[in-house]
């Protein structure tokens, strides 16, 4: 059961909860199941990781007023809304709003489980991204001030000679911050400099600036 992939099941109405839950287990997947957005939102911050089948027509809070409470809680799990059939303004609607896929009711087995997969291939990929991040900018904290600058500088397109200008130094120390940068950053070639110093957010429009 701990390998299997979970989905978060918030549906008001009791029928659909049963019998998307026993599809679903016997498609391979575990579920968890909340009878309405409220009660899923009393947990979300903790929810174990996984993919949310949100339905949209719900009392008390639909599924647009739960994805967006999501949003601002920070939730990043992937959402799948269940909307009614023809209903297209709401399925943009939760598009926009962050959602990968949407799938009307009622669903077909093949349509549910092929939107989920998506789903959760997307969640893998942006787990393995956020790995790389984490250790591209682990690499990027063991930098010097002064080495940190000659990266800056080379993602900046520069050459040593034009960072020893910048940073009033010479070329010959910018040679040496260079292969000190590259043996913290553990990288063997400029490439892999640049691909380290990106995952990090260096020379985004992100970065920051020091």
Do not use: W
């Not at 287990?25 to 009660?39: E, L, N, P, S, W």
């Not at 984490?134 to 397109?157: Q, S």
Request: with cysteine.
């Amino acid at each position: 059961m701990s390998d299997q992939r979970l989905i978060h099941l918030v549906d008001d109405d009791e029928a659909v909860r049963h019998s998307a839950s026993f599809m679903l287990r016997h498609a391979g997947f575990a579920v968890k199941t909340y009878q309405d957005g409220v009660t899923f939102l009393e947990s979300a911050t903790e929810a174990l990781p996984g993919c949310i089948l949100l339905d949209v027509q719900m009392p008390h809070m639909d599924g647009l007023e739960v994805q967006e409470r999501l949003n601002k809680l920070g939730v990043a799990l992937p959402v799948i809304v269940l909307t009614g059939h023809g209903d297209v303004a709401v399925a943009v609607r939760a598009m926009k709003a962050g959602a990968v896929d949407f799938v009307e009711k009622p669903y077909e087995k093949q349509s549910l489980v092929g939107a989920l997969e998506r789903a959760f291939e997307r969640l893998e990929a942006r787990n393995h991204q956020d790995v790389l991040m984490d250790e591209a900018k682990g690499r990027v904290e063991r930098l010097t001030p002064r080495e940190r600058d000659v990266l800056v500088g080379l993602v900046d397109g520069l050459t040593n000679k034009m960072i020893a200008e910048a940073l009033d130094i010479s070329p010959r120390t910018v040679e040496i911050h260079r292969a000190n940068l590259m043996e913290k950053l553990e990288a063997t070639s400029l490439s892999a400099v640049l691909r380290i110093a990106f995952a990090a957010g260096i020379g985004l429009d992100t970065a920051d600036e020091a």
